[in-house]
C-alpha cells in the first residue's frame, strides 16, 4: 500500500545528532498523527494535527518538534535524543479525526 | 479517558473462529471502537470500526453489547497469515478533546 509513506525507513543517530523524519499521504486526509512504539509497548500517540492544526501534544519532551506545512505533510524533526528513544515511529492519517487511520510502515529509530 | 484491557495472547488453529474481547469500562457517548491488526515491523492495519451493536464486513465482525463496556472481534476461519497483534481503540473525536488510546494488544498465534 502506498496510501502513507514514510521516510526514511531506517535511522542511526548520536545524541548530538539532528534529523528529521517525514510523512507523506496521498489520501486526501485532514487528520495525521505522529506514534511511537517501542518493545513490548502499546502505541503511544505522540502528536495530532487536523486541518494542519496541532490538537494535541501528548506530552511529548521537546527534543521531538513536529511541523504540518500542509495536509498532505508531516515532519518530525529530532534534535539530541536519548537511548530510550529508540523505537518504530509511525505516522496515520485519517479522513476526520473519529478513528479509522492509516497508517505508514515507519521509521526505525536507533540512537547511539 | 476510556483504557481498554485485552488479552495478552492467544493461540489457534487454521479454520477455527478466533473471539478477541475488549474492555472499556469507561468508554465516552462519542467513542468509537476500532480494532488494528499489526504485523512484526508494520504500520498497523484497520480491521473494522462499530459504535454499538453488530458489525460485520469482509475480514471479521465486531460485537458490541447495549451497555458498550466491552466489545468482541470475531475472525472467521483463521489463517497462518492471521498471526498478529490486534489492538483495540477507543477513541472520541479530536475537536471535542476526545483522545484515541490504544490497548495493549492481544498477540494471536495460528497453528497449523
Known amino acids: ?112 | 479517558l476510556a483504557k481498554t484491557t485485552q488479552p495478552i495472547s492467544m493461540d489457534s488453529y487454521e479454520g477455527q473462529e478466533v473471539n478477541i474481547t475488549c474492555s472499556h469500562n469507561n468508554i465516552a457517548t462519542n467513542d468509537y471502537i476500532t480494532w488494528y491488526q499489526q504485523f512484526p515491523s508494520q504500520g498497523p492495519r484497520f480491521i473494522i470500526q462499530g459504535y454499538k451493536t453488530k458489525v460485520t464486513n469482509e475480514v471479521a465482525s465486531l460485537f458490541i453489547p447495549a451497555d458498550r463496556k466491552s466489545s468482541t472481534l470475531s475472525l472467521p476461519r483463521v489463517s497462518l497469515s492471521d498471526t498478529a497483534v490486534y489492538y483495540c481503540l477507543v477513541g472520541g473525536i479530536y475537536n471535542q478533546g476526545g483522545k484515541l488510546i490504544f490497548g495493549q494488544g492481544t498477540e494471536l498465534s495460528v497453528k497449523p
Open chain 1, 1 to 112: 500500500e502506498t496510501g502513507v509513506t514514510q521516510t526514511p525507513r531506517h535511522l542511526v543517530m548520536g545524541m548530538t545528532n539532528k534529523k528529521s523524519l517525514k510523512c507523506e499521504q496521498h489520501l486526501g486526509h485532514n487528520a495525521m498523527y505522529w506514534y511511537k512504539q517501542s518493545a513490548k509497548k502499546p502505541l503511544e500517540l505522540m502528536f495530532v494535527y487536523n486541518f494542519k492544526e496541532q490538537t494535541e501534544n501528548n506530552s511529548v519532551p521537546s527534543r521531538f518538534s513536529p511541523e504540518c506545512p500542509n495536509s498532505s505533510h508531516l515532519f518530525l524533526h529530532l534534535h539530541t535524543l536519548q537511548p530510550e528513544d529508540s523505537a518504530l515511529y509511525l505516522c496515520a492519517s485519517s479522513q476526520d479525526s473519529r478513528g479509522e487511520q492509516y497508517f505508514g510502515p515507519g521509521t526505525r529509530l536507533t540512537v547511539t
